[in-house]
């Protein structure tokens, strides 16, 4: 009986080593230096525009082997924002750079202004909304970020369009990214 519980966990610490070694092989390489990204300029292959707001990516998940994506947010329509939503295993953070922001995180709504910040944790339910008279800006992080580049550009697409966009179709979006939509935007 010894020997047959010695071999089993020796057979399962052999493939679980078998499995792990392609993994913890795998080597980091990050970017050579520094880099900058002007005002203007985007690291994303296009610039991504979600609604009427332009989404300028300042850092890629690539950059930084997918633990973080930094992004700014444009925002010049007021009462537009995101369905409420979830995400469940990306966290972000929000800094108010220009404007006034409405934002629901769990069931609590904050007001936003220049310089304040929020964090969302990963499956907290969110959304939010520009309420300011002029134009807003946000600096938007998402950590770990794999993938999520690729969302605002899917997303994007889903809202190019005028009028409202197809939620059965932006739910499946959604659901790629293991995220959820679980109502409409805030008024």
């Known amino acids: 009986m010894q020997r047959r519980n010695f071999i089993q966990s020796s057979l399962t610490l052999l493939a679980a080593t078998s499995v792990a070694v392609p993994i913890v092989a795998q080597k980091y390489t990050p970017p050579k230096k520094g880099f900058k990204v002007k005002a203007i300029e ?27 994506s930094i992004f700014i947010s444009t925002n010049n329509q007021k009462g537009f924002g995101p369905p409420l939503h979830v995400h469940h295993s990306v966290d972000e953070f929000f800094c108010v750079l220009e404007g006034k922001f409405l934002f629901q995180s769990g069931d609590e709504i904050l007001s936003l202004e220049k310089g304040d ?24 992080g998402i ?25 059965k179709a932006m739910q499946a979006v959604y659901k790629l990214y293991n995220s959820e939509i679980l109502g409409p935007p805030m008024k």
């Open 42 to 68: 985007t690291r994303y292959k296009n610039k991504i525009i979600y609604g009427e707001t332009p989404i300028d990516f300042k850092l890629l998940s690539s950059d930084t082997e997918n633990r973080l």
């Open 143 to 167: 950590t770990p970020a794999k993938g999520m580049e690729d969302f605002f550009a899917v997303m994007g697409k889903q809202l190019s369009g005028h009028g409202m966009p197809d939620m």
């Open 117 to 140: 910040t929020i964090y969302i944790p990963r499956n907290e339910k969110h959304c939010f909304t520009y309420d300011g008279e002029t134009s807003g800006t946000l600096l938007v």
